[in-house]
């Protein structure tokens, strides 16, 4: 039994989709019923073809009489026969029991449709005695060349003249209905073998679904007879409890999450104790061991609600001011303070720290220097002959990974855009915001190892301008790692800034380049962390700015214990 109801649930879904393929094919074709539809279809161009034929053959006589007529009438009778008056009678007697015919094939329904009639027809009538007047005139001899009365010809061929109008509309007028039935028949050719098809996959359907339900039936006494027939019965019919058993899905789904949640954070915790980038402020002063002066941001193109640019003038602002209070004996000299900034590696983002910087002290009414280095005379692995010195290190100072390819699904996730904010007013060139006598640079030539000061350094350059005055002089030397540099530039240098990524592992390679540079220095040299995460900038400025909802703010302080606390998160 469960077999035969199994199959009969299928048996009928094919045939209800066999059904509804029949029904979609009869809307689809305007089919109400198709041999009706075919045989009236039918019938109609039958009788049409006969009116056609009928028509034709009483054209062709009507044209051989009038042919006849006219050669009895004379050459010079014919000529004034085709006469513009005439011939104008004559195409408007043809309109006119064309629109006629039209009507008497299609029916005319309603008083109106009958009016229509009755007007043209006296219309038509009108027109003949036109013309009949006119070929009366026309004509001065009563006979014809074979000596009949002229008139009796006249009138014959009238007569003829009138039955070939009529009968040529009537001919326009069947082509139009033999046409349309052409089409309706094209229509109907492919729908018969398409319905054909339909109906017999319907019937083999319908036979299955009855085979199957007699199966069923046939199934369901067997069954019957077999209950009727036993002699085996139930001495202790079964106890169904109430309620069912309890079982353990609670404690398996919470114990899984559990597990999940422990693996999660087993791993977040692994990862962590395993990162040895120097990542934020605390773990760089412990892996470079120098001390660290300040922070810079990543400048992404997309930071939400944040004010970024407020964050990231507040951490210059910092820094600038742990450079003013190592620079404080200097500034009591009256002298220039030179402040070095260099790194193990290339693309650390030097000259846009320095860049930075500079902008900042320029603000705060101080008159500044910078020196950069050219590409021209270092080693291919330091310079990119498509991209110049500062475009190469202001656009890889960031060093964000590429993230154009995943953009949309980073979106769709919920990321933000990690792509880099070209546009940012932290990433222009210097010479945007500096003087010509403010940003300058120097040629890594032979001199230059021998530099003990900035003054060393523009030797054999165009500028000619005494920078005594200056309050700071900003020097950017290339990469320790890679390049040599001038020992006695590096001791007599007030302060040497390292610039090192966040996002970078630091070698014993660095520390070891790092190690022979703080022998030189007068003093240690300082660290200056670049490219850094949002998060790792509350560890200096606190909460940052930036509009949160009620909820978030609220579940902040559960998180933190603040349950008293008032301030706007």
């Given at each position: 039994m469960k077999y035969f109801e199994y199959q009969l649930v299928q048996s009928a879904a094919r045939l209800k989709v066999g059904e509804d393929k029949l029904l979609k094919f009869n809307e689809d074709n305007n089919i109400i019923n198709y041999y009706e539809q075919s045989k009236a279809v039918a019938n109609v161009k039958e009788d049409l073809d006969n009116q056609y034929n009928d028509k034709r053959i009483k054209l062709a006589g009507t044209k051989a009489a009038i042919e006849r007529i006219e050669e009895k009438l004379g050459n010079q009778k014919q000529i004034q026969l085709q006469s513009a008056a005439i011939l104008e009678k004559r195409n408007r007697l043809s309109s006119i029991n064309s629109k006629i015919a039209t009507l008497e094939i299609l029916g005319v329904s309603g008083a109106a449709g009958e009016s229509k009639m009755v007007n043209l027809k006296l219309e038509a009538e009108q027109v003949k005695d036109e013309i009949r007047n006119s070929v009366s005139e026309l004509y001065n001899s009563n006979n014809s060349t074979e000596g009949l009365p002229i008139t009796n010809l006249l009138v014959e061929w009238i007569n003829n003249v009138i039955v070939y109008e009529d009968t040529r509309a009537g001919i326009d007028v069947l082509k139009d209905r033999i046409t349309e039935f052409q089409k309706q028949y094209?229509?109907?050719?492919?729908?018969?073998?398409?319905?054909?098809?339909?109906?017999?996959?319907?019937?083999?359907?319908?036979?299955?679904?009855?085979?199957?339900l007699h199966g069923l039936n046939l199934a369901k006494l067997k069954v019957q007879d077999a209950e009727l027939s036993a002699t085996i019965k139930a001495t202790d019919p079964p106890f169904y409890p109430l309620s069912p058993n309890p079982t353990k899905r609670k404690f398996l789904v919470i114990a899984a999450a559990l597990v999940g949640f422990l693996i999660v954070l087993t791993s977040i915790l692994v990862m962590e104790y395993f990162d040895e980038t120097l990542?934020?402020?605390?773990?760089?002063?412990?892996?470079?061991?120098?001390?660290?002066?300040?922070?810079?941001?990543?400048?992404?193109?997309?930071?939400?609600?944040?004010n970024f640019q407020f964050v990231t003038n507040r951490l210059l602002e910092l820094t600038v001011q742990q450079i003013d209070l190592l620079m404080s004996k200097n500034r009591e000299l009256n002298k220039p303070c030179t402040i070095l900034f260099l790194s193990s590696l290339s693309q650390e983002g030097k000259t846009v720290i320095a860049r930075n910087i500079a902008w900042k002290l320029k603000k705060q009414g101080k008159k500044i220097l910078f020196l950069n280095y050219s590409n021209d005379f270092l080693r291919p692995v330091e310079s990119n002959p498509d991209l110049d010195a500062d475009a190469s290190t202001l656009v890889n100072s960031i060093q964000v990974p590429s993230q154009k390819h995943f953009r949309f699904i980073r979106k769709m996730f919920g990321y933000s855009d990690n792509s880099i904010d070209l546009s940012s007013p932290f990433l222009q060139r210097p010479e945007t915001?500096?003087?010509?006598?403010?940003?300058?640079?120097?040629?890594?030539?032979?001199?230059?190892?021998?530099?003990?000061?900035?003054?060393?350094?523009?030797?054999?350059?165009?500028?000619?301008?005494?920078?005594?005055?200056?309050?700071?002089?900003?020097?950017?030397?290339?990469?320790?790692?890679?390049?040599?540099?001038?020992?006695?530039?590096?001791?007599?240098?007030?302060?040497?800034?390292?610039?090192?990524?966040?996002?970078?592992?630091?070698?014993?390679?660095?520390?070891?380049?790092?190690?022979?540079?703080?022998?030189i220095t007068g003093q240690p040299p300082v660290f200056l962390l670049n490219g850094v995460e949002i998060e790792v900038i509350e560890s200096i400025l606190g909460d940052l700015p930036k509009k949160r909802s009620w909820l978030r703010r609220m579940v902040k302080r559960l998180v933190r214990f603040q349950f008293n606390s008032k301030n706007e998160l």
């Open positions: 094209a229509i109907y050719a492919p729908a018969g073998a398409n319905l054909k098809r339909i109906e017999r996959e319907i019937s083999v359907s319908e036979q299955e679904y009855l085979e199957i990542k934020n402020a605390v773990n760089a002063s412990k892996i470079v061991r120098l001390k660290t002066i300040g922070i810079f941001p990543k400048i992404f193109l997309n930071v939400g609600s944040l915001i500096l003087g010509k006598q403010e940003y300058l640079t120097y040629q890594i030539n032979p001199h230059y190892f021998s530099a003990r000061n900035y003054a060393d350094l523009l030797e054999g350059t165009n500028n000619v301008s005494n920078h005594s005055s200056d309050d700071f002089i900003l020097i950017e030397i290339p990469p320790i790692l890679y390049n040599s540099y001038p020992p006695q530039l590096i001791a007599t240098a007030d302060l040497a800034v390292v610039v090192g990524r966040s996002n970078r592992d630091w070698s014993e390679a660095d520390q070891k380049a790092l190690d022979h540079l703080t022998k």
